[in-house]
């Protein structure tokens, strides 16, 4: 299964647009969960999911509603406060059921038919040939880098969705680390996985599937709520964030092939055992 998990606030003509392009390009829809998570409170958006839920109603469509925590002297939520990836993608990546986690933005619409068969596929082949369950998915989001304003490094040589197996997850407890609040987890979360000891966890199929990105990086639409609610950044050091989960990758990855490898050897060894007792055509009676 693949499961697509996507944090919503606003933007619902793009987000109407990404879901019809989600479930009639995909090769089995009932393969699909996609995951919602929104503001508990926010009727508009609320109100949006359960048409969703209604106009696709033979899929497997989960909403989550986030309930954050009332500041105890105004009695009001600080959205500036908040963490989106603690706080909203983490958990529902937690939840996921698929073998494939796809983070998906509300602005993010998917261009390339029979997605998930390509996505599942080679995951499935990728995990028997590396005897490791730990990878990073890269798709083609070249729109985005065809905006000056918007390039965050000279090369932009990564993959702003994050897309990974369900394995990977359990690194970051999510698809990105909880210290990152909002920005340059796509950086982090590409570094990590293209440097990890092993040099075999990130499967581009960027020339297989694209994912196009419409928002106010792009200057297709406006500046809206969404964006002025940004929550404030707190200071991180990337550098040690990305020494320290790729250690504890690469830590993981050696673990799962000492466990297959010691699987094939008690496999080899029951073989061993079991020919002495099939009779040689030709012998007994």
Same mark, same amino acid.
């Given at each position: 299964?693949?499961?697509?998990?996507?944090?919503?606030?606003?933007?619902?003509? %793009?987000?109407?647009?990404?879901?019809?392009?989600?479930?009639?390009?995909?090769?089995? &829809?009932?393969?699909?969960?996609?995951?919602?998570?929104?503001?508990? $409170?926010?009727?508009?958006?609320?109100?949006?999911?359960?048409?969703?839920?209604?106009?696709?109603?033979?899929?497997?469509?989960?909403?989550?509603?986030?309930?954050? &925590? +009332?500041?105890?002297?105004?009695?009001?939520?600080?959205?500036?406060?908040?963490? +989106?990836?603690?706080?909203?993608?983490?958990?529902?990546?937690?939840?996921?059921?698929?073998?494939? %986690?796809?983070?998906?933005?509300?602005?993010?619409?998917?261009?390339?038919?029979?997605?998930?068969?390509?996505?599942?596929?080679?995951?499935?082949?990728?995990?028997?040939?590396?005897?490791?369950?730990?990878?990073? @998915?890269?798709?083609?989001? !070249?729109?985005?880098?065809? =905006?000056?304003?918007?390039? /965050?490094?000279?090369?932009?040589?990564?993959?702003?969705?994050?897309?990974? !197996?369900?394995?990977?997850?359990?690194?970051?407890?999510?698809?990105?680390?909880?210290?990152?609040?909002?920005?340059?987890?796509?950086?982090?979360?590409?570094?990590?996985?293209?440097?990890?000891?092993?040099?075999?966890?990130?499967?581009?199929? /960027?020339? =297989?599937?694209?994912?196009?990105?419409?928002?106010?990086?792009?200057?297709?639409?406006?500046?809206?709520?969404?964006? +002025?609610?940004?929550?404030? *950044?707190? &200071?991180?050091?990337?550098?040690?964030?990305?020494?320290?989960? $790729? @250690?504890?990758?690469?830590?993981?990855?050696?673990?799962?092939?000492?466990?297959?490898?010691?699987?094939?050897?008690?496999?080899?060894?029951?073989?061993?055992?079991?020919?002495?007792?099939?009779?040689?055509?030709? *012998?007994?009676?």
């Amino acid at each position: 299964m693949l499961s697509i998990i996507t944090v919503a606030k606003g933007r619902y003509s %793009i987000f109407s647009e990404a879901i019809d392009n989600l479930w009639s390009l995909a090769y089995d &829809p009932h393969n699909i969960e996609h995951i919602i998570a929104c503001d508990a $409170g926010d009727r508009n958006m609320e109100t949006f999911l359960k048409q969703y839920q209604q106009k696709y109603h033979p899929y497997k469509i989960i909403i989550v509603a986030v309930e954050l &925590p +009332l500041c105890a002297e105004c009695n009001v939520v600080h959205y500036e406060l908040r963490n +989106l990836h603690r706080d909203y993608w983490n958990p529902i990546a937690r939840g996921a059921k698929g073998d494939v %986690i796809l983070g998906m933005p509300n602005d993010a619409i998917i261009e390339s038919k029979d997605f998930d068969r390509i996505i599942l596929s080679e995951v499935a082949r990728q995990k028997k040939s590396s005897a490791h369950s730990y990878f990073q @998915i890269l798709v083609d989001d !070249s729109s985005l880098h065809n =905006k000056e304003e918007y390039r /965050r490094d000279e090369e932009c040589d990564f993959c702003h969705y994050i897309i990974l !197996s369900k394995e990977a997850v359990s690194v970051f407890g999510g698809i990105c680390p909880n210290e990152i609040v909002l920005e340059k987890g796509d950086v982090l979360v590409y570094n990590i996985f293209k440097n990890a000891l092993n040099n075999d966890c990130q499967i581009d199929l /960027r020339n =297989k599937i694209s994912i196009r990105n419409v928002s106010h990086h792009t200057e297709d639409v406006d500046v809206d709520h969404v964006t +002025l609610s940004h929550p404030v *950044e707190r &200071p991180v050091n990337l550098e040690e964030l990305e020494l320290s989960y $790729g @250690i504890k990758l690469d830590y993981l990855i050696l673990k799962q092939k000492k466990w297959v490898k010691n699987e094939i050897s008690k496999l080899n060894s029951t073989w061993k055992t079991l020919k002495n007792f099939i009779p040689v055509e030709g *012998e007994g009676s």
